[in-house]
């Protein structure tokens, strides 16, 4: 029997009644009394130099309140990055500033020049058209390599180059790979793009700031994942505004998918313009405004090789990649294809010898940060597709060449050469799930169908592993993050027995409210109808880190339990008081405190009762009140890991691709809300699978974006989509976290797209397509220039 | 500015729009019916989809003189008065059709006009029919599911193959 | 946007009248003009909305042609015109998406002309007349290139009439974020000839590809078909899709629409 309640149950999400009623409560629903319109001039063209903004005839329009450029921000510090990435010569990455408003320079399509305020937003824009701004354009600063080249030109005057860092990991091992690859037995080498994309949570960005003169406190309403992120940012490194008289809201937001992360200058612009203006200010992104101004994610360009010895037992991997930061660098940005891509190297296999080199590079394009996976997918999809490319040299089968270089069960935890330890898994029953689900024994007679129909089936296997529950703290310190990474929980009892829990974390539609209070209601034994889960907003919740790195129960839920044990212990103090027994002795079992072998009880609810009505209590031993908070740094981070198995038809014709079938096994750890975990797997494919399909951010030579809209940039539709396959059964529970749980929100888009690819070159090749690879997107006229040169 | 009247989910109700105003705009801003929402310029998200006489529109591609005297549905009259969910919106919940919340109106509605039209729509037929609404969460796996269970027929754990 | 002026005219002539004004436009269902307005790429003082002028919503059939008022929605051509004309109601089911086909109009459409638009290929493949407040225009007179027509500022497309075909079928090859066709065919077979006219490929717009017409109206079988290559050189490149991909999907979608119309 399925539970219908606590861990491991399904039950329907409480946070839907108001999704879809109507009366969910976005940043864009927020209106205050007074409130005011930005309106960002943005660059129109990727780089250059300013000459003059003129405004005095904008700001004599009607309804104009002022016009803001980025002398009005002379006080203020630029936006911080938040991770420090050290170089292979022990030298600290290049650190331009970014200022709030551009300074002198435009450096990207979008960058922000100056802002307009007034009564309307429409007045604002009429304003915007009559602000002159003088600018000479300089050459753009797009590919990469061209970038990096002598005499090109520079995106910051004041760094040396447009090399942010070159990154060498594990750089002791540089020669001995170089030595291995050179005498392997066979060695398969793969250039590859993972292309630039954009994240597109459904809402747009929203801010609106607010300025309360009595009390000098701010208020930010902001769509984004960790609102304490953004004050400690912010108010320390951009606007100097203490904590205490900081606010930051992140009410219902509506998708993230890492780019609402990062502190962005629009929540920076109306937290000060309120204050200056003493009027709430409000902006909201239009969609053609995020594709120029929403962190982008991915954009990688490598060549990787895989030596193998004579028994296809892996002897080493080395990988160069370069790594586009954009224009500046965002919060996050130089992490991401460093530490959370180059540890992920080793993959599910036995690698002895793995040396990654990444060039991160400044381009005139929108900053590149984390988008869902983050540096893993990379990792992932070059391993994946070179393994794949070595099987067919080797005349292998893609699987077997896997499984034989598997890390086996008996040798958990393991150390890998790139400097992480995997605590659990089981990768051959995961593959052994997947091969099952997807039925590939039954394939060739699948393909003889569709090739009976004209069309070329081909199938694609890919085994991924990413670290998540991004964490600990002292571990990504000595790695150059400039924050700490743990979460922290206040469990608060009220006198009647509900529960209030409030969160670091934060849901922006991964269902906290639901599956938390699952966990709660399962440790203390009350109904999660009596349970609230509270979060998006510092002046409630204590601190946090966010929702970010499929952490959130990982991370968030063990501070959660941490803080429901101490709740729990010493409501057994106060129980043992109430029936005059050793406290040793009490059991909490479905909500009540019982005496171990004998009848005696309480209620939860006369518990907790006694912890604010003091009467009989032991006041001498403990304080009055049931309130306990905990704040939770992992030992390491968890381990997912799963098996993907794409099956696809291909259009000989017009290339058209037809996804048949996608099967994932993951092992996740323990799973708290199946459903939920089903949901997210389910959302991180169609991701996955977007990338390597359609998915495509492309600018011209003049840093133009090509793909600034929904008329161009081509979302997954329903149709696009197959009915998904989705099975968490193998389990191997993460072993240093209360819950035993791993995250689960980035598999999907981890390891889908080399199996959606793989399954693309297996369906050319059995049709005798000699075809090793084609670059994402994999779209139509990709497979037919493939095919037909 | 132009005073405009509509029936919104069977209630007169007017507001001041000009020229310019989009339905959306008028129905969030002046209205602050703030469950229909806006997720592009570009006509192509479908989080703002309403029924307009009883056809499905996206309100942000329609002015609201345009919608002057007409009758207009929204989100957040599908429900029933006391609150009790329609069954299209139940099985968005039974069958966690939606995560983050945002698509969803549009989603629900675009989804009631295609059962209105076709009462028992196939897995293709609604895949095809949702073409102009984008989701970015669901992977639409269990938008899908949703609209067969709503529609009463039996709802697959997996694709048909 | 801009603000502007609302009009509501109820007949044709109102309509003509308001259009004389300085700055005037007509507004179909808006479905193109309204996002370009967002944009701020197109700056009417006044809209002349079309959508309640009598008379021009609607669909009739006879004498072997089927006649679309010109403020008549996409979703009514695609359910009222399937007896009548099956391969011109199955065109305006594909076009955007079913929100969109209830505010699009095949006016609209056609005013606004844009290379890669559906209803464009019907009329030209096809040989409809559309008739506007002041005169007839034949199909093949009134395409005049990207965004061009032969309409005057102040003409309206009052309706279209559309000789049914023995045999016909629309091909669209989606351009898969907007919607558009990438390149979509329609072909129609008459007594008298085949018509070929493609969609979305080009750079001068919808077009007539004459030698698949001469090919198919000695046979229509898509075989017929197999030799001819259409050129790639005037033919649009964007990042969907290269010249030489649209001409080579020509080919494939008009061979398909010939085996569609059977």
Same mark, same amino acid.
């Given at each position: 029997?399925?539970?219908? *309640?606590?861990?491991?149950?399904?039950?329907?999400?409480?946070?839907?009644?108001?999704?879809?009623?109507?009366?969910?409560?976005?940043?864009?629903?927020?209106?205050?009394?007074?409130?005011?319109?930005?309106?960002?001039?943005?660059?129109?063209?990727?780089?250059?130099?300013?000459?003059?903004?003129?405004?005095?005839?904008?700001?004599?329009?009607?309804?104009?309140?002022?016009?803001?450029? *980025?002398?009005?921000?002379?006080?203020?510090?630029?936006?911080?990055?938040?991770?420090?990435?050290? !170089?292979?010569?022990?030298?600290?990455?290049?650190?331009?500033?970014?200022?709030?408003?551009?300074?002198?320079?435009?450096?990207?399509?979008?960058?922000?020049?100056?802002?307009?305020?007034?009564?309307?937003?429409?007045?604002?824009?009429?304003?915007?058209?009559?602000?002159?701004?003088?600018?000479?354009?300089?050459?753009?600063?797009?590919?990469?390599?061209?970038?990096?080249?002598?005499?090109?030109?520079?995106?910051?005057?004041?760094?040396?180059?447009?090399?942010?860092?070159?990154?060498?990991?594990?750089?002791?091992?540089?020669?001995?790979?170089?030595?291995?690859?050179?005498?392997?037995?066979?060695?398969?080498?793969?250039?590859?793009?993972?292309?630039?994309?954009?994240?597109?949570?459904?809402?747009?960005?929203?801010?609106?700031?607010?300025?309360?003169?009595?009390?000098?406190?701010?208020?930010?309403?902001?769509?984004?994942?960790?609102?304490?992120?953004?004050?400690?940012?912010?108010?320390?490194?951009?606007?100097?505004?203490?904590?205490?008289?900081?606010?930051?809201?992140?009410?219902?937001?509506?998708?993230?998918? /890492?780019?609402?992360?990062?502190?962005?200058?629009?929540?920076?612009?109306?937290?000060?313009?309120?204050?200056?203006?003493?009027?709430?200010?409000?902006?909201?992104?239009?969609?053609?405004?995020?594709?120029?101004?929403?962190?982008?994610?991915?954009?990688?360009?490598?060549?990787?090789?895989?030596?193998?010895?004579?028994?296809?037992?892996?002897?080493?991997?080395?990988?160069?990649?370069?790594?586009?930061?954009?224009?500046?660098?965002?919060?996050?940005?130089?992490?991401?294809?460093?530490?959370?891509?180059?540890?992920?190297?080793?993959?599910?296999?036995?690698?002895? &010898?793995?040396?990654?080199?990444?060039?991160?590079?400044?381009?005139?394009?929108?900053?590149?940060?984390?988008?869902?996976?983050?540096?893993?997918?990379?990792?992932?999809?070059?391993?994946?597709?070179?393994?794949?490319?070595?099987?067919?040299?080797?005349?292998?089968?893609?699987?077997?060449?896997?499984?034989?270089?598997?890390?086996?069960?008996?040798?958990?935890?393991?150390?890998?050469?790139?400097?992480?330890?995997?605590?659990?898994?089981?990768?051959?029953?995961?593959?052994?799930?997947? &091969?099952?689900?997807?039925?590939?024994?039954?394939?060739?007679?699948?393909?003889?169908?569709?090739?009976?129909?004209?069309?070329?089936?081909?199938?694609?296997?890919?085994?991924?592993?990413?670290?998540? /529950?991004?964490?600990?703290?002292?571990?990504?310190?000595?790695?150059?993050?400039?924050?700490?990474?743990?979460?922290?929980?206040?469990?608060?009892?009220?006198?009647?027995?509900?529960?209030?829990?409030?969160?670091?974390?934060?849901?922006?539609?991964?269902?906290?409210?639901?599956?938390?209070?699952?966990?709660?209601?399962?440790?203390?034994?009350?109904?999660?109808?009596?349970?609230?889960?509270?979060?998006?907003?510092?002046?409630?919740?204590?601190?946090?880190?966010?929702?970010?790195?499929?952490?959130?129960?990982?991370?968030?839920?063990?501070?959660?339990?941490?803080?429901?044990?101490?709740?729990?212990?010493?409501?057994?103090?106060?129980?043992?008081? &109430?029936?005059?027994?050793?406290?040793?002795?009490?059991?909490?079992?479905?909500?009540?405190?019982?005496?171990?072998?004998?009848?005696?009880?309480?209620?939860?609810?006369?518990?907790?009762?006694?912890?604010?009505?003091?009467?009989?209590?032991?006041?001498?031993?403990?304080?009055?009140?049931?309130?306990?908070?905990?704040?939770?740094?992992?030992?390491?981070?968890?381990?997912?890991?799963?098996?993907?198995?794409?099956?696809?038809?291909?259009?000989?014709?017009?290339?058209?691709?037809?996804?048949?079938?996608?099967?994932?096994?993951?092992?996740?750890?323990?799973?708290?809300?199946?459903?939920?975990?089903?949901?997210?797997?389910?959302?991180?494919?169609?991701? /996955?699978?977007?990338?390597?399909?359609?998915?495509?951010?492309?600018? !011209?030579?003049?840093?133009?974006?090509?793909?600034?809209?929904?008329?161009?940039?081509?979302?997954?539709?329903?149709?696009?989509?197959?009915?998904?396959?989705?099975?968490? *059964?193998?389990?191997?529970?993460?072993?240093?976290?209360?819950?035993?749980?791993?995250?689960?929100?980035?598999?999907?888009?981890? /390891?889908?797209?080399?199996?959606?690819?793989?399954?693309?070159?297996?369906?050319?090749?059995?049709?005798?397509?000699?075809?090793?690879?084609?670059?994402?997107?994999?779209?139509?006229?990709?497979?037919?220039?493939?095919?037909?040169? | 500015?132009?005073?405009?009247?509509?029936?919104?989910?069977?209630?007169?109700?007017?507001?001041?729009?000009?020229?310019?105003?989009?339905?959306?705009?008028?129905?969030?801003?002046?209205?602050?019916?703030?469950?229909?929402?806006?997720?592009?310029?570009?006509?192509?998200?479908?989080?703002?989809?309403?029924?307009?006489?009883?056809?499905?529109?996206?309100?942000?591609?329609?002015?609201?003189?345009?919608?002057?005297?007409?009758?207009?549905?929204?989100?957040?009259?599908?429900?029933?008065?006391?609150?009790?969910?329609?069954?299209?919106?139940?099985?968005?919940?039974?069958?966690?059709?939606?995560?983050?919340?945002?698509?969803?109106?549009?989603?629900?509605?675009?989804?009631?006009?295609?059962?209105?039209?076709?009462?028992?729509?196939?897995?293709?037929?609604?895949?095809?029919?949702?073409?102009?609404?984008?989701?970015?969460?669901?992977?639409?796996?269990?938008?899908?599911?949703?609209?067969?269970?709503?529609?009463?027929?039996?709802?697959?754990?997996?694709?048909?193959? | 946007?801009?603000?502007?002026?609302?009009?509501?005219?109820?007949?044709?002539?109102?309509?003509?009248?308001?259009?004389?004004?300085?700055?005037?436009?007509?507004?179909?269902?808006?479905?193109?003009?309204?996002?370009?307005?967002?944009?701020?790429?197109?700056?009417?003082?006044?809209?002349?909305?079309?959508?309640?002028?009598?008379?021009?919503?609607?669909?009739?059939?006879?004498?072997?042609?089927?006649?679309?008022?010109?403020?008549?929605?996409?979703?009514?051509?695609?359910?009222?015109?399937?007896?009548?004309?099956?391969?011109?109601?199955?065109?305006?089911?594909?076009?955007?998406?079913?929100?969109?086909?209830?505010?699009?109009?095949?006016?609209?459409?056609?005013?606004?002309?844009?290379?890669?638009?559906?209803?464009?290929?019907?009329?030209?493949?096809?040989?409809?007349?559309?008739?506007?407040?002041?005169?007839?225009?034949?199909?093949?007179?009134?395409?005049?290139?990207?965004?061009?027509?032969?309409?005057?500022?102040?003409?309206?497309?009052?309706?279209?009439?559309?000789?049914?075909?023995?045999?016909?079928?629309?091909?669209?090859?989606?351009?898969?974020?907007?919607?558009?066709?990438?390149?979509?065919?329609?072909?129609?077979?008459?007594?008298?000839?085949?018509?070929?006219?493609?969609?979305?490929?080009?750079?001068?717009?919808?077009?007539?590809?004459?030698?698949?017409?001469?090919?198919?109206?000695?046979?229509?079988?898509?075989?017929?078909?197999?030799?001819?290559?259409?050129?790639?050189?005037?033919?649009?490149?964007?990042?969907?899709?290269?010249?030489?991909?649209?001409?080579?999907?020509?080919?494939?979608?008009?061979?398909?629409?010939?085996?569609?119309?059977?």
């Amino acid at each position: 029997m399925p539970k219908d *309640s606590g861990i491991g149950a399904s039950p329907k999400r409480r946070e839907d009644i108001r999704f879809l009623t109507g009366t969910g409560n976005y940043t864009d629903d927020i209106n205050i009394n007074g409130q005011t319109y930005a309106w960002f001039i943005r660059s129109d063209v990727a780089h250059g130099t300013i000459n003059s903004i003129d405004a005095s005839a904008a700001e004599a329009m009607e309804g104009v309140l002022k016009v803001f450029t *980025s002398a009005d921000f002379a006080e203020a510090g630029g936006i911080p990055c938040g991770w420090e990435v050290t !170089d292979r010569h022990g030298q600290p990455m290049q650190e331009p500033k970014h200022p709030i408003l551009a300074e002198g320079k435009v450096r990207h399509v979008g960058d922000p020049i100056a802002v307009v305020v007034a009564e309307t937003l429409e007045q604002a824009r009429d304003a915007a058209e009559a602000v002159e701004i003088d600018i000479d354009e300089l050459e753009a600063v797009i590919d990469m390599k061209a970038a990096v080249a002598e005499g090109a030109t520079k995106v910051h005057d004041d760094l040396t180059s447009n090399l942010c860092y070159d990154w060498g990991f594990v750089e002791e091992n540089r020669e001995a790979v170089d030595e291995a690859i050179k005498s392997a037995a066979h060695v398969t080498t793969l250039e590859l793009v993972n292309n630039r994309v954009v994240a597109n949570p459904m809402e747009p960005r929203v801010a609106v700031g607010d300025y309360n003169r009595a009390g000098d406190e701010h208020t930010l309403y902001t769509t984004s994942q960790n609102p304490h992120v953004i004050r400690l940012l912010m108010g320390a490194f951009v606007l100097s505004i203490p904590e205490h008289k900081l606010r930051v809201v992140a009410p219902d937001v509506g998708g993230g998918f /890492g780019a609402k992360i990062y502190h962005y200058a629009e929540e920076a612009f109306v937290t000060y313009a309120a204050k200056v203006l003493n009027r709430p200010v409000k902006w909201t992104s239009s969609r053609s405004e995020a594709f120029i101004s929403d962190a982008h994610g991915r954009d990688h360009v490598t060549k990787i090789e895989l030596a193998m010895d004579e028994n296809h037992k892996f002897t080493a991997v080395r990988t160069d990649t370069y790594a586009n930061m954009g224009a500046y660098l965002s919060t996050f940005a130089p992490s991401v294809p460093t530490w959370l891509h180059g540890t992920l190297m080793a993959g599910n296999y036995i690698t002895p &010898l793995i040396y990654v080199n990444v060039k991160a590079v400044f381009t005139n394009t929108v900053p590149v940060d984390a988008y869902r996976g983050a540096g893993r997918p990379e990792a992932t999809f070059q391993l994946e597709r070179v393994i794949d490319k070595a099987a067919r040299e080797l005349g292998m089968d893609p699987v077997e060449l896997r499984r034989k270089n598997f890390i086996q069960p008996d040798q958990f935890p393991y150390d890998t050469p790139v400097a992480v330890t995997y605590d659990t898994g089981n990768y051959d029953a995961t593959m052994d799930k997947a &091969l099952e689900v997807a039925d590939y024994a039954g394939f060739e007679a699948r393909r003889a169908e569709s090739e009976a129909r004209g069309k070329l089936r081909g199938i694609g296997v890919a085994h991924y592993i990413e670290a998540c /529950g991004i964490a600990p703290s002292n571990l990504v310190g000595q790695l150059g993050a400039r924050a700490g990474l743990y979460e922290s929980a206040t469990v608060r009892v009220n006198a009647t027995g509900s529960i209030s829990v409030f969160t670091g974390s934060h849901s922006h539609g991964q269902g906290h409210e639901t599956t938390f209070a699952q966990v709660v209601s399962e440790m203390i034994g009350v109904d999660a109808s009596q349970i609230d889960i509270v979060h998006g907003d510092t002046s409630k919740v204590p601190m946090g880190m966010g929702t970010y790195g499929s952490r959130s129960i990982a991370v968030g839920g063990s501070a959660m339990v941490r803080a429901t044990e101490k709740i729990i212990n010493k409501a057994k103090k106060i129980a043992a008081h &109430l029936m005059e027994a050793s406290e040793a002795d009490i059991e909490l079992k479905d909500g009540a405190f019982s005496v171990a072998g004998t009848d005696k009880s309480v209620a939860w609810g006369d518990v907790t009762l006694a912890a604010y009505v003091p009467h009989n209590y032991p006041l001498e031993d403990i304080e009055p009140g049931l309130e306990e908070s905990a704040f939770y740094d992992p030992a390491n981070f968890t381990y997912p890991s799963g098996a993907y198995i794409c099956e696809l038809e291909v259009d000989p014709e017009t290339g058209v691709i037809d996804m048949l079938n996608f099967t994932a096994a993951d092992d996740f750890g323990n799973v708290i809300n199946p459903m939920i975990v089903e949901g997210q797997v389910h959302g991180g494919l169609a991701q /996955g699978i977007g990338q390597a399909l359609m998915e495509a951010c492309i600018y !011209d030579e003049n840093g133009q974006l090509l793909s600034g809209s929904f008329m161009d940039y081509t979302m997954p539709r329903a149709d696009d989509m197959p009915m998904m396959n989705v099975d968490h *059964s193998c389990q191997t529970p993460c072993t240093h976290n209360p819950l035993g749980v791993k995250g689960c929100g980035e598999a999907g888009a981890i /390891g889908s797209p080399p199996a959606v690819v793989n399954a693309v070159i297996d369906a050319l090749h059995r049709a005798g397509h000699k075809v090793e690879h084609i670059d994402m997107p994999v779209s139509p006229a990709r497979v037919w220039k493939a095919m037909h040169g | 500015m132009t005073k405009v009247t509509m029936t919104i989910n069977g209630k007169p109700r007017s507001g001041e729009a000009e020229g310019r105003t989009l339905l959306a705009s008028f129905l969030r801003e002046e209205l602050g019916l703030t469950g229909t929402h806006v997720g592009c310029d570009t006509s192509q998200c479908g989080a703002c989809v309403v029924h307009v006489d009883g056809k499905a529109v996206k309100s942000c591609t329609m002015f609201a003189l345009e919608a002057d005297g007409a009758q207009v549905d929204t989100i957040e009259g599908q429900a029933d008065a006391d609150g009790t969910l329609n069954s299209l919106q139940q099985a968005f919940q039974d069958y966690h059709g939606l995560q983050c919340g945002f698509c969803t109106p549009g989603m629900v509605m675009s989804a009631a006009a295609l059962l209105k039209d076709n009462p028992k729509p196939s897995e293709a037929e609604i895949r095809h029919y949702l073409e102009g609404n984008i989701c970015r969460c669901t992977g639409y796996h269990n938008i899908v599911r949703a609209i067969l269970a709503a529609s009463g027929q039996d709802v697959p754990a997996v694709a048909a193959e | 946007m801009y603000n502007f002026e609302f009009v509501k005219p109820s007949t044709v002539e109102e309509a003509a009248a308001a259009l004389q004004g300085e700055g005037a436009q007509a507004l179909g269902g808006g479905q193109t003009l309204l996002p370009t307005m967002k944009q701020r790429l197109a700056s009417p003082e006044t809209l002349v909305s079309l959508t309640g002028v009598e008379g021009m919503v609607g669909i009739s059939a006879g004498d072997g042609t089927v006649t679309v008022g010109g403020a008549t929605t996409h979703a009514q051509v695609a359910s009222e015109a399937a007896s009548a004309y099956p391969a011109l109601a199955a065109l305006a089911g594909q076009i955007g998406d079913p929100a969109v086909r209830n505010r699009g109009t095949i006016g609209g459409s056609l005013a606004n002309n844009d290379p890669a638009a559906c209803y464009p290929s019907a009329a030209l493949g096809s040989g409809a007349s559309i008739s506007t407040n002041k005169r007839n225009i034949a199909a093949d007179d009134y395409f005049q290139g990207m965004f061009e027509t032969a309409l005057d500022e102040d003409e309206i497309v009052t309706s279209v009439s559309f000789p049914v075909p023995e045999a016909a079928s629309y091909q669209k090859f989606l351009q898969p974020a907007s919607r558009f066709a990438l390149t979509g065919v329609f072909v129609a077979k008459f007594p008298g000839g085949v018509r070929v006219a493609v969609t979305g490929a080009s750079n001068n717009g919808v077009f007539r590809w004459t030698e698949a017409e001469e090919a198919l109206s000695k046979e229509f079988r898509a075989d017929a078909l197999m030799d001819l290559r259409i050129n790639h050189l005037n033919m649009i490149s964007d990042l969907h899709g290269s010249q030489e991909y649209r001409a080579h999907l020509v080919g494939v979608m008009t061979r398909r629409a010939v085996d569609a119309a059977g």
